[in-house]
Structures are given as C-alpha cells and as structure tokens.
C-alpha cells in the first residue's frame, strides 16, 4: 500500500517547508558545489593536457562536450535500456552488463557523437 500525496499536502509542503530558490542556504550550496567541481577538475589526470589546448581545441572540446551531455540526456535515458531488455526479453536473451554494447551499437552509431568519433584519426581516439 502507498500513501499517496494530495494536491492540497503537496502545496503545504513547497509553501512551507521547501527553501524558495533565492534562499540563502541554496545559494551558499549552489557556491559549494561549483567550487568542488572546480577542484575536480584540477585533479582530473588530463588537467594539463586540457590547459594547453590551442582555442581552436577548446571550442571543439566544448563542442563535443555539449553534444555528449545533449545525447546523454536524450539518448541514453534508462527509458533506453527498458526498451532494449524488453526486446531481448521476447527473444529469449537475458540482459547483463556484458550484453550492452551489443544492445547499444545501433543505437549509439545513429548518434552525433559517433559521426564525429568516425571522422577522426586512429590514433586520436586512443588519446
């Protein structure tokens, strides 16, 4: 059995009991967390790396960036992977970690990424 939230409990709770988006402890929050993912990304093993790229390599790693998070939220959305074991399911297969890539390949070669991936050289992919 669920209990399940009225419309009416449920204003109560955001009128009085959530913190409104201009209140103070989610800002010092918000300041928290951008300074731990800054201090992530100095320890990062590529941090270096990335500091000496050229601008015309920054944009493009801003670019594929933005298209990988894009496809991440788009694409590769556990809705995804519900209709994959569903598919397999009916076929008689048993999904496992091991199976995804297979799962995934016709997927993941529709998608922007992997065009751009293509295009490279060999050598640049294991970089």
Known sequence: MTNKITDSEWEEIVTHELPSPNDPIL??????RAALIAQEAKQRSDHVFRQSLSPLARRACSIVSRIRLEEQQKIWTPDLEEQLARKEENNGIIIHPGMMFTLAKETMEATKLWKIVRRMPKGALLH
């Open 27 to 32: 800002a010092k929050y918000h300041a928290a």
